[in-house]
């Protein structure tokens, strides 16, 4: 920008463009929503401890757990505060796709009007996974064991009513022509319903590829399918639902950074190329695949970001009208 451009702007712009031009002048909060050692957490520091480096000398990054409601709660805090890019926020599906769309009335917040899209980070895999005696060699046989039943003696475990691998499970009954015939055992944690399928408690049930990546590595639980459109780099013989009698069939979990509405554009240029440059370091793609997610590796502007938002939300609204389960409150 030249001298003359800026004289002719209003003089009220002129220390909002210089703001910009310092950013970042402070240490940047990235505020997770849920609490800490869970996937969410985990990927806010992996990404925050890297992309600080691409920031200049303050660009320091701390992550800040504000947990409530699976991230709806930090999600409606973030947006009522200054768009100068120094608090940001790592949502995920559910909050920003999923419970717009199932809870009843919807969210407070507009997970698009209201928040500036920086970048997508990475993408968090769901897995099927089944008990040590499920009667299935492999996913295609169980995709025939949940189809033929009985489904009363197939029990589903999930991490909980309302959480993505919830609607995954009522995603595939309805897939099958089963909505609703599977008897659903909600619990409190991933870990928990994990722990139940290794004790057979339930027959089988989805959960986020995080929680459940030791019991599988460890044989006590079955690691049936990947739901989402790819298989996972650590666990390449095991097939999507999709390869499994299940064409089509894409639902996970994702990562994205996001701040309140109207953030300047300078300064949501910076943070993204900085979460791009970070996300092209191997050494934290491959601490992602550790840690059972992987770093996003499409097109990745805010442009590109806001695009991702706007089709993920409506993904999630095909899933829950296929599932029918609506949500009074979280």
Known sequence: MNRRSLLALPVLA????????????????????????????VTARLIADRMQGFLGPNGRV?????????GTVASDWLRRLPPDGHVLMLCEASSHALFPNAM??????????????????????????????????????AVQKLRSGPQDDLPYASSGVGSIPHFAGEAIAASLGLGGKFPHVPYRSGGLM??????????????????????????????????????FPAFPDIPTLAESGMPGFDIGNWFAIVGPARMPAPVTATLNRAINSALADPQLRERFVTAGITAYDQPNTPADA???????????????????????SL
């Open 104 to 141: 009843q009335g919807g969210t407070r917040f507009n997970p698009i009007d209201d928040f500036t899209h920086v970048a997508v980070v990475a993408n968090g895999p769901l897995i099927m996974v089944a008990k040590p005696d499920f009667p299935a060699a492999n996913a295609a046989e």
């Open 306 to 328: 806001r695009a991702f938002f706007q089709a993920e939300l409506a993904k999630f609204k095909g899933v829950v009208d296929q599932t029918g389960v609506r949500l009074e």
């Open 62 to 70: 701390v992550v800040e757990n504000r947990p409530g409601a699976s």
């Open 14 to 41: 002129l220390p909002a463009i210089a703001r910009a031009q310092s950013f970042p002048d402070r240490t940047i909060t990235l505020v997770s929503g849920f609490a800490p050692g869970g996937s969410t957490d």
């Open 194 to 231: 994990v722990e139940s399928i290794a004790r057979g408690e339930t027959a089988w049930g989805v959960a986020v590829l995080a929680s459940a990546a030791g019991q599988v590595r460890d044989n006590r639980v079955r690691g049936m399918a990947i739901t989402g459109r790819e298989r």
